[in-house]
């Protein structure tokens, strides 16, 4: 199974930007379909993007979309986010999964393997 770790979340002031990593150890990144998910407080964790296991097609939460970039490196086995123009409604913790289904899930439960989180905090 494979073992995930996210990083890159941190204090920014609303405009700014972010670029979250998630690397992946203990089997190639190339098996998954990747996703991030993110939690604000006293919500529930909710689907921000994804990113077929060759890279091929992406898809977006509509709250992100043209803000947010999903990308991977499989050689590296690490997955990206990058967050532009960050919003202070796109503070919370951010979580990277993983689904070695054939078709990219949007929904949570699909996912398998999740990492620990990193917290992002937009000021306003």
């Known amino acids: 199974q494979v073992q995930l770790a996210e990083s890159g979340g941190g204090l920014v002031q609303a405009g700014g930007s972010l670029r979250l990593s998630c690397i992946a150890s203990?089997?190639?990144?190339?098996?998954?379909?990747m996703a991030w998910f993110r939690q604000a407080p006293g919500k529930e964790r909710e689907f921000a993007a994804a990113?077929?296991?060759?890279?091929?097609?992406?898809y977006y939460a509509d709250s992100v979309k043209g803000r947010f970039t999903i990308s991977r490196d499989n050689a590296k086995n690490t997955v990206y986010l990058q967050m532009n123009s960050l919003k202070p409604e796109d503070t919370g913790v951010y979580y990277c999964?993983?689904?070695?289904?054939?078709?990219?899930?949007?929904?949570?439960?699909?996912?398998?393997?999740w990492g620990q989180g990193t917290q992002v905090t937009v000021s306003s």
């Open positions: 990113i077929h296991a060759t890279g091929a097609t992406t």
């Open positions: 999964a993983a689904d070695s289904s054939l078709y990219v899930s949007l929904t949570r439960s699909e996912y398998n393997y």
């Open positions: 203990g089997r190639p990144l190339n098996y998954y379909n």
